[in-house]
């Protein structure tokens, strides 16, 4: 395990603040998406994706409009197109990676969420939390295959290299394996030490999935038997991780704590926690360049005193609260870099 020597002789990890570009209203947004291919990142927000150049850090182009609203996003390089959602019209929407035009809509359920694509099968899958739904869709041929039936809520979801899908199950503290092949649930294995899984992120080299929890937790299991490996602190309202395989860390967006945790994966039975950074409140989900090491979040300004109203108004209702808690036009993408 080359990496293990590694992880254990190095140095602190520094993450610092680099610079911020404003997304605007609507404040609205939800996953992103960076393609090392295109150096392009894709931000679900509002009734769009907002595409922004990893090279010069500029908003190029979207991909719209989803008058639904997109919450996830997947790529298909072979046939050079990405996958989104419109979460309240329920569509898979296809569009050109090159163009942003959209060619196709799929009908698949309301309320579809996070969506990830499986590089063996040649699927993009697209999870509907609330119903506990997820939809195959082929996006070569641009058409919907079929429906899996979990139940329960849903969260974020991640394919390994085995043909083999993993997704959060929120209800039941569970993570769910899906067989690719047969589209068929083949193994579901509980997190009893996880609260309300909600970032899911994969190492295929050691086997390990990183499910980040509401209890603030980063729970690791191992994904060839579903065992519990280690439970590692994080902060307060994560709905996003990202294993990055070159450093070998671990990290996860808290938006309630307005920190991203940073851990590091010493072995696959080892895992340390080596930094906090502060990022902004309500900066929730996440994404990683691997090439240069670059974190993206994406935050709106607000108060803890806001935060706290509104989180309060949707814990004791179970639904989000119609009054934003966020300044209205704040919206912005920060980034973050290591340290030299």
């Known amino acids: 395990m080359a990496r293990s020597g590694q992880a254990e002789a190095a140095g602190p990890v520094d993450y610092h603040f680099v610079k911020s570009v404003p997304l605007g209203a609507p404040n609205g947004w939800d996953y992103l998406l960076y393609s090392p291919t295109t150096h392009r990142l894709f931000i679900a927000h509002g009734n769009r994706l907002t595409v922004v150049d990893g090279r010069t850090d500029r908003v190029v182009g979207q991909v719209g409009p989803i008058p639904g609203g997109p919450h996830g996003t997947a790529f298909d390089p072979a046939a050079g197109v990405g996958i989104t959602d419109d979460g309240r019209l329920g569509q898979a929407v296809i569009f050109n990676l090159k163009t942003l ?103 295929t080299r050691t086997h390990r999935l990183f499910s980040s929890c509401e209890n603030r937790r980063l729970v690791v299991v191992d994904s060839e038997n579903g065992a519990v490996v280690a439970a590692v602190p994080i902060g307060r309202g994560t709905d996003g991780d990202r294993f990055d395989p070159k450093s070998g860390l671990i990290f996860s967006s808290n938006g309630i704590d307005g920190t991203l945790s940073i851990i590091r994966e010493v072995n696959a039975n080892r895992f340390v926690p080596v930094a906090t950074v502060k990022t902004a409140l309500s900066a929730r989900t996440m994404e990683i360049d691997s090439g240069s090491g670059r974190v993206y979040l994406v935050a709106a300004h607000t108060t803890r005193k806001a935060m706290a109203a509104f989180m309060a108004q949707w814990r004791r209702t179970h639904r989000r609260p119609r009054v934003s808690p966020f300044t209205p036009g704040s919206l912005k993408l920060m980034m973050f870099d290591p340290g030299r």
């Open 101 to 203: 035009e959209v060619v196709s809509r799929l009908k698949v359920q309301r309320g579809a969420d996070a969506v990830t694509f499986d590089p063996v099968s040649g699927h993009a899958f697209v999870i509907d939390g609330d119903t506990g739904d997820i939809a195959v869709v082929d996006p070569a041929h641009r058409r919907v295959v079929t429906f899996i039936h979990i139940g329960g809520d849903l969260e974020y979801a991640v394919p390994g290299d085995n043909g083999e899908l993993y997704v959060n199950g929120v209800t039941h503290h569970e993570i769910f394996r899906i067989n690719t092949a047969t589209n068929r649930v083949d193994a579901r294995w509980p997190m009893p030490q996880c609260r309300s899984p909600h970032g899911l992120a994969i190492d």
